[in-house]
């Protein structure tokens, strides 16, 4: 099965502007100079927001997953918040970090074991945005390990073209 999101990126920088995008985006500064107490500070301040706005279930494709310490300090957050969120830790190359794919699978696998969410009502899942332009040994990686770890969600921003996801064998479509 794949579920996409309806809003599409041109969607989102004609509403937030291309500048703060980059600013504050996946692949902007922000990974270079948010410490991990920026994150968990701004992660749960985005949380509170949306639960005072009336949200009752937040989906996090959590882009602040730049290391481990950042990725651990927004689920840590999202934790401590009590609200009912499903983290999904991003899977993204981060060469500013020399901080790769191997080292999130491993550092994911980790957290699901460890469970510091058990007892809350945070469930972790897996976010992904490259199903349509990865190799199939990484992204088959990806699929394996939310299996693996029994991954509540799987999310994704893209799908080889607008709306559609492409039918890969690693897929099972």
């Not at 703060?20 to 985005?46: P, S």
């Amino acid at each position: 099965m794949c579920w996409l999101n309806a809003v599409d990126s041109q969607q989102i920088l004609t509403l937030i502007g291309v500048s703060d995008f980059n600013r504050y985006g996946e692949f902007g500064a922000a990974k270079l100079n948010y410490t991990t107490e920026d994150v968990y500070i701004g992660q749960i301040t985005g949380i509170y927001e949306a639960l005072h706005g009336g949200v009752t279930t937040i989906l996090d494709h959590a882009h602040h997953t730049w290391s481990n310490a950042t990725s651990e300090a927004g689920l840590q957050a999202s934790i401590d918040s009590g609200a009912r969120i499903f983290w999904a830790y991003t899977f993204h190359q981060v060469p500013e970090k020399n901080y790769e794919i191997p080292e999130q699978l491993a550092f994911y696998r980790e957290l699901a074991l460890r469970r510091p969410f058990e007892g809350s009502p945070t469930q972790m899942g897996v976010a992904y945005d490259t199903f349509d332009l990865a190799n199939a040994s990484q992204v088959n990686a990806i699929i394996s390990l939310a299996l693996e770890t029994n991954a509540s969600v799987i999310t994704t921003h893209a799908g080889g073209s607008k709306f559609s996801c492409p039918r890969h064998q690693y897929l099972g479509t």
